[in-house]
């Protein structure tokens, strides 16, 4: 029980101190010891100023060689700069509100400095770099994502004190055999390595132990959880009615449509439960092959349900499914957690007596008080966003429901297969007829205004656009701004005469689901935000989006992004701005500007980031998993899941003595995934 004492209980930590910490999901020494460095400083490695890349990190040891200069930004930020020379070269050290760092630059002074090199003219520069005695500091140091007054050197300190106070109490989660086989690194050891490496070797293998206990618990989790499996069902379509379906429809689908359907339609005419994955790119026509489904189900005597991860994508399903059951006599239900009491009375009656064939919604679908009368189908979209107890809890609303799980996220199909184990696959491949490929085009902040100007045009045409900012950490690159900052700027600045709204992920679902529905409306011409919108509403009228700091997102989180354009009749616009030269940057975004192939990218993906490539985003949505990549990771996610099926091959359901720790350790994986 030691490892479920409180972090208050650690020296220093008082009130203030342990509410910055549960900001950051840290309320235990569990949690604590779970905290993993976001990236390391390695302080170790010292590369002479001249041998320094421009759009890399690097650690110099350099001597002060002048003064340092104070001045502020037209903001009022204070702003520090002084030269710093080694052997081979100078530096210019630009430091940012941080009247401490610069007054301990004495000239003739010796230190480390470590950040991001920049170029500013002809000369190189580092923009509030890391600053040490290199007497004391030559060692790697982890680096930990923060949160108001609280540095990454704090954590790292309490962190130290809780692995010397309490690392007596970690227990090994994983059984012996298992370790052995796979050569992993005992649990004790692993968490001292993960957060103060000795070298980086040990810090690889620290790191490789976490991801397989991740991997392998995910895997062990979804055998126990999972809703769905290969078992017979009394809910079998005996008509196929998905011809009748498509023949009334305004357009002609396309073939991978109608090779979806009709793999899915064998599946429910089966006999045996449907559990497949529709996987398609964005604009692709996912809803329409599961609104033929729902048709074929509701024609046969059977109801379904389709569950989307936000409000506003549930009232935008039900809208378009409305206008595809048009003149059908197929009553549809909407049920959502912001519908008025009288609203949900009603829907949950009609769902419970059977008249509502169809019920599309929220989270709000698997609520105890939501009873269906015959539910054959259950569909959720972007499954990645729901827990797999979610899934399995709709799905047990009636016994043997089909299940159909679709998502818009680019998997190589090799890597569904894998992660998806227990569903079949079906891939749309093709886009509609006549939509108009996105351009792509990479450009750097030299030409900033040209590009502001481009929007314009659109704007003055009527149209709409996105402006997408990276997500910043506080205290992480002065230099980026964040979307709030930006849109104070542009909205004061560049598009003062414009209608500009912000959308970004600390804000409340209504107050984002308010910006959303208003940007959809025509209210706000230009839209500054985060990856939030990277799943969001339909806005056939959004012709064109400008990425900032492009480099900073993995590649199919920038083409989920660039899929909130190009929805409609008008030909779209992706501008993807960067100012970072190196080779690997401009490869990866040169993916983009060729293609619009979601699973292209995702292949390329694949293939450009090679192993102990620790400092990228994760790609988003998957399973919110701290360290482990399920593109990065294949191999250690095959070998975690064949230990998983040994493991549950002599124990079922973990219920022996020796497995104990095994299954609580999964069940806080699930709890964890599940509330994030």
């Not at 982890?142 to 949160?147: E, K, L, N, S």
């Not at 506003?312 to 048009?326: G, M, P, S, V």
Request: charge should be positive.
């Amino acid at each position: 029980m030691l490892l479920q004492t409180q972090v208050r209980h650690l020296k220093g930590i008082g009130e203030k101190r342990a509410e910055q910490f549960a900001a950051l999901g840290v309320n235990d020494i569990d949690a604590l010891f779970h905290f993993f460095p976001r990236k390391y400083e390695d302080l170790s490695n010292i590369v002479p100023i001249i041998s320094t890349i421009v759009g890399t990190d690097a650690c110099v040891k350099a001597r002060v060689t002048s003064p340092v200069r104070a001045w502020k930004s037209k903001k009022g930020t204070p702003v520090y700069k002084t030269t710093v020379a080694d052997d081979t070269d100078v530096l210019d050290i630009v430091i940012f509100n941080n009247k401490y760092a610069a007054a301990k630059l004495k000239v003739g002074e010796e230190f480390l400095f470590f950040g991001r090199i920049n170029s500013f003219g002809n000369r190189k520069e580092m923009l509030s770099p890391s600053i040490e005695d290199p007497k004391t500091s030559e060692r790697i140091r982890p680096i930990y994502r923060t949160t108001g007054n609280m540095s990454s050197k704090h954590i790292a300190r309490y962190m130290e004190q809780a692995l010397s106070q309490y690392g007596c109490g970690i227990k090994e989660t994983l059984p012996s055999d298992i370790m052995q086989k796979y050569q992993l690194m005992p649990i004790t050891n692993a968490y001292f390595q993960i957060h103060f490496p000795t070298d980086f070797d040990e810090m690889l293998k620290a790191r490789n132990r976490f991801i397989f206990e991740e991997l392998f618990q995910l895997q062990l989790g979804m055998k126990l959880f999972r809703g769905t499996s290969k078992e017979a069902t009394d809910k079998c379509a005996k008509t196929d009615y998905s011809e009748e379906f498509i023949s009334k429809l305004p357009f002609e689908p396309t073939g991978a449509q109608k090779r979806a359907i009709a793999e899915a339609t064998k599946d429910i005419m089966s006999g045996q439960v449907m559990a497949r994955l529709l996987q398609g790119d964005v604009g692709s026509g996912k809803t329409m092959v599961a609104a033929a489904l729902m048709y074929t189900m509701a024609k046969n005597g059977f109801q379904s349900a389709i569950m989307a991860p936000t409000e506003i994508l549930a009232r935008q399903h039900f809208e378009t499914i409305a206008k595809f059951f048009k003149g059908k006599k197929i009553e549809i239900i909407l049920l959502t957690g912001g519908m008025s009491v009288a609203e949900k009375k009603l829907a949950l009656s009609k769902i419970k007596e059977g008249t509502a064939k169809i019920a599309i919604g929220t989270h709000a679908l698997f609520y105890d008080s939501v009873e269906f009368k015959n539910l054959g189908l259950v569909i959720t979209d972007e499954q990645h966003r729901f827990g797999v107890r979610q899934r399995g809890a709709l799905s047990a609303k009636g016994k043997g429901v089909h299940v159909l799980v679709m998502s818009a996220t680019p998997i190589p199909r090799t890597l569904a297969l894998t992660f998806y184990g227990d569903l079949d696959v079906s891939v749309i491949d093709e886009l509609p007829k006549g939509r108009i490929p996105i351009e792509t085009y990479r450009i750097d902040s030299t030409i900033r205004e040209r590009a502001y100007n481009y929007i314009k045009k659109f704007l003055d045409e009527g149209r709409q656009g996105y402006i997408v900012c990276p997500l910043v950490e506080e205290g992480e690159m002065d230099n980026v701004l964040s979307a709030t900052e930006y849109y104070n700027d542009i909205s004061k600045g560049a598009f003062k005469n414009y209608k500009v709204g912000l959308v970004h992920g600390q804000m409340k679902p209504d107050e984002k689901a308010e910006v959303m529905e208003r940007f959809a409306f025509g209210e706000i011409q230009l839209l500054v935000a985060t990856v939030v919108i990277e799943v969001g509403v339909d806005v056939p009228n959004a012709v064109i989006m400008l990425i900032e700091n492009a480099e900073r997102f993995g590649l199919s989180t920038l083409h989920q992004l660039r899929g909130r354009v190009g929805r409609g009749k008008y030909k779209s616009t992706c501008i993807l701005l960067s100012d970072v030269n190196t080779e690997k940057t401009q490869a990866r975004l040169k993916v983009l500007c060729d293609t619009t192939d979601g699973f292209k990218i995702s292949e390329k993906d694949l293939q450009m980031r090679g192993p102990g490539d620790f400092f990228g985003s994760k790609q988003h949505g998957l399973p919110d998993l701290k360290l482990a990549d399920l593109l990065e990771d294949i191999d250690v996610f095959t070998n975690a899941g064949e230990a998983a099926s040994i493991i549950l091959k002599r124990d079922p359901d973990l219920s022996k003595p020796e497995n104990a720790v095994l299954k609580d350790s999964v069940e806080r994986l699930f709890a964890r995934v599940e509330s994030s």
